[in-house]
C-alpha cells in the first residue's frame, strides 16, 4: 500500500528516532511510504490555546500539504485526533470544506492502521522487561482506540503488559495545561508514574509522544528506575526474527 506520512512537529524536533521508526516498521509491514519534507504542524498548539485564525492558518498548510486521494498515517492519537473531530470547526463551509472531510476520512493513528487496516501486527520485536500501557485522552476518546496498541505490544517477544490502574486518566500534559497549571499538571504526571511504579514496571508505553514528554520529564527530574516509550520504538526495537 502507499501512503503518506504525518510526523508531528514535536516529534519532529524532539523524537526523531520515533519518526524513523514509524517508516520501518510501515515499510516492514508491507507498505510504500511516502514523506512531503515541506509539512509542518496540524495546528492543535493554537487551536488549543484558543487562537484558531492561527490554527486555520497552520491547518490549511496541512491540508495543502497532503492528498485528499492518500492514505496518511501517523504517530499520534493527539494529531488525528485533531484533524478529524476539530477541523470541522476550522474548515467547515469554507473553499477547503470538500477537501477536508476527504482527509478526515483517510488519516489514520499508526496503531488504527496496523491492525484494522493491514490487520498485521507482529514485526519480530523483543524487548524485554515489564510494561504499563497508558491510554491518551487522544486514542482513547477522539480516536476510540484501547485494543489495537495492547493487540501490538501482545507479539513483542520478551514483554511482560501489566495493568496500569487509572491507565486511561490524563498523563496532565494537555498542551498549554501543563504551562498555566504546572502544579496540577506536575500532580497527574506523579500519580500516573507512581501507579506504573507500584506494579514493577520499567516502562510506560504510549501512542503519543506529547504524552511520554510529560512523563518522561517527571521522570528525569526525580531519577526514577522507569522509562517511556513511544509504541514504534517498541515495535522496531530487537528485531531479528522476522
Not at 14 to 36: D, H, I, R, S
Not at 61 to 82: H, R
Not at 174 to 190: C, L, P
Amino acid at each position: 500500500m502507499n501512503l503518506e506520512l504525518f510526523i508531528p512537529c514535536f516529534v519532529d524536533q524532539l523524537y526523531p528516532e520515533t519518526a524513523f521508526n514509524t517508516v520501518k516498521v510501515l515499510e516492514k509491514a508491507g507498505c510504500k511510504v511516502n514523506y512531503n519534507p515541506n509539512q509542518t504542524c496540524c495546528g492543535q498548539p493554537a487551536f488549543n490555546a484558543g487562537f484558531w485564525d492561527e490554527a486555520k492558518t497552520v491547518g490549511s498548510k496541512f491540508l495543502n500539504d497532503f492528498s485528499e486521494d492518500s492514505v496518511i498515517v501517523t504517530p499520534s492519537a493527539s494529531c488525528t485526533g485533531m484533524v478529524k473531530s476539530y477541523y470541522n470547526d476550522l474548515f467547515t463551509n469554507t473553499v477547503l470544506h470538500n477537501k477536508c472531510r476527504a482527509i478526515q476520512g483517510n488519516i489514520y493513528e499508526l496503531s488504527d492502521f496496523l491492525v484494522n487496516i493491514l490487520q498485521f501486527d507482529y514485526f519480530g520485536a523483543e524487548l524485554e522487561g515489564r510494561a504499563v500501557y497508558h491510554d491518551s485522552c487522544s486514542a482513547l476518546r477522539e480516536c476510540k482506540i484501547k485494543e489495537e496498541p495492547r493487540q501490538l505490544l501482545s507479539k513483542v517477544l520478551g514483554l511482560e503488559l501489566v495493568d496500569l490502574k487509572d491507565n486511561d486518566t490524563c498523563c496532565g500534559f494537555g498542551g498549554t495545561f501543563a504551562v498555566k497549571f504546572e502544579a496540577i499538571s506536575t500532580a497527574m504526571a506523579q500519580q500516573k508514574v507512581d501507579n506504573a511504579l507500584a506494579v514493577g514496571a520499567e516502562y510506560i508505553i504510549s501512542t503519543d509522544a506529547s504524552c511520554l514528554l510529560q512523563l518522561q520529564g517527571y521522570i528525569d527530574k526525580n531519577e526514577l528506575p522507569i522509562k517511556t516509550m513511544h509504541l514504534a520504538d517498541v515495535l522496531a526495537h530487537g528485531w531479528g526474527n522476522v
